[in-house]
């Protein structure tokens, strides 16, 4: 891959990635600053999600009769306007508008991104370069939520840092991004082809389970620390800082881990170590050792993230294109419905239970992702 396209792809994972994360920090603030109670605030997590899940069916197949660069254009400008508006939004319902047309663009670059690798890159180095990618992606993610900290007052305005940074990346796609012209005489969506391929159906399963029980958990966290210990901006967004920081390191070292000892091997240990956390949080009786448990659901989920990514990349060819849209439109699908369901959860049983419920469940999951995946 050219170095410049290679800089171009690693700014465009940074740009997407910042302010996903922070968004479940943040939740508390956006609620206090428009004026609603915690939980109408929330939807602004799944529906950013929800909608990501969906139209990532559509970009990679694209692919087929559109260059990559055009399409990169596209939603990127698309991703820039949409993150611009949200960012000096009015009311509660204009924020879950523009949240809703960010995912509809920003799930754009992860599968066009993965084909090319997949493509383009030799068999020994992919991991290596999907490792890359997403430390960038999960730096952005430290960043922001460290920054969220001091954006309590007006939390929206955080979010003017991905639209001016996706409007540099439109401007370096038009002026300097190969084509990567993967185009075919023959326009076609072979979805069903793919589900027929027993390997990539229970890739597939992984992906939805462990999205839905990531996220089930995830995006209840902020509201869970700002109602049990009473916390402010700066404490909740210091926790997730912790994780954030911890998932860079793994997410860099899972690349090379992968290559060593292989890519489901490394997600079984990390859905295991997201368990851990999973589980402390039932027994925890302060919010100070938050900050030491977090680190192992960090740190799981990132080697799970690069190793199940790495493998996406080793699929044949005739299947690689669409399983790439697939394996972000269920990440994200999945992941807008355990968020979703998790509240449900919540409400009815209270937070103990979601905690029991996902870390049993993600702990079965690493033991047995190895057959699953087989």
């Avoid at 603030?29 to 069916?57: C, D, E, H, R």
């Avoid at 002026?175 to 589900?195: A, G, Q």
């Avoid at 997201?274 to 799981?300: E, K």
């Avoid at 690689?320 to 369901?341: K, V, Y």
Wanted: aromatic letters at 18%; proline letters at 3%; charged letters at 10%.
């Amino acid at each position: 891959m050219p170095k410049v396209s290679f800089f171009i792809f690693c700014l465009m994972f940074f740009a997407i990635s910042f302010g996903v994360a922070a968004m479940a920090a943040l939740i508390p603030s956006i609620a206090l600053y428009f004026g609603v109670i915690k939980n109408q605030a929330l939807p602004l997590t799944w529906l950013y999600m929800l909608p990501y899940g969906v139209f990532a069916l559509i970009w990679a197949p694209f692919s087929r009769i559109f260059k990559v660069k055009k399409i990169l254009l596209f939603t990127t400008l698309g991703f820039f306007l949409s993150s611009l508006l949200f960012s000096f939004s009015n009311s509660i319902e204009q924020a879950f508008v523009f949240r809703f047309l960010m995912g509809c663009f920003g799930c754009s670059f992860v599968p066009l991104v993965l084909i090319t690798i997949g493509k383009v890159i030799p068999p020994r180095e992919k991991a290596k370069y999907i490792g890359i990618f997403f430390t960038l992606s999960y730096l952005s993610s430290f960043i922001s939520v460290f920054l969220s900290g001091f954006f309590a007052s007006e939390p929206l305005l955080l979010y003017l840092i991905p639209a001016i940074l996706s409007l540099l990346v439109f401007i370096l796609v038009a002026t300097h991004l190969d084509d990567f012209d993967f185009r075919v005489e023959k326009f076609k969506i072979s979805y069903l082809d793919t589900l027929k391929d027993k390997k990539a159906v229970n890739f597939f399963i992984v992906i939805m389970l462990g999205s839905f029980l990531y996220h089930g958990l995830q995006q209840r966290l902020g509201v869970y620390l700002s109602e049990n210990f009473s916390l402010q901006q700066i404490a909740i967004s210091s926790i997730f800082t912790v994780a954030t920081l911890s998932a860079i390191i793994f997410e860099f070292m899972g690349g090379f881990l992968s290559s060593r000892f292989g890519n489901i091997k490394v997600s079984s240990v990390g859905f295991i170590l997201m368990s851990v956390f999973a589980f402390s949080l039932v027994f925890l009786q302060n919010y100070q050792s938050i900050f030491l448990m977090i680190t192992l659901w960090g740190c799981g989920w990132a080697l799970t993230h690069v190793g199940l990514s790495s493998y996406l990349t080793h699929f044949p060819d005739r299947i690689l294109r669409d399983a790439s849209s697939l394996n972000s439109a269920l990440r994200f699908s999945f992941g807008g419905l355990g968020a979703f369901l998790g509240g449900v959860l919540v409400s009815i049983a209270g937070f103990k239970a979601l905690f029991i419920i996902v870390g049993s469940s993600i702990f079965f999951l690493g033991l047995n992702v190895n057959k699953v995946a087989r």
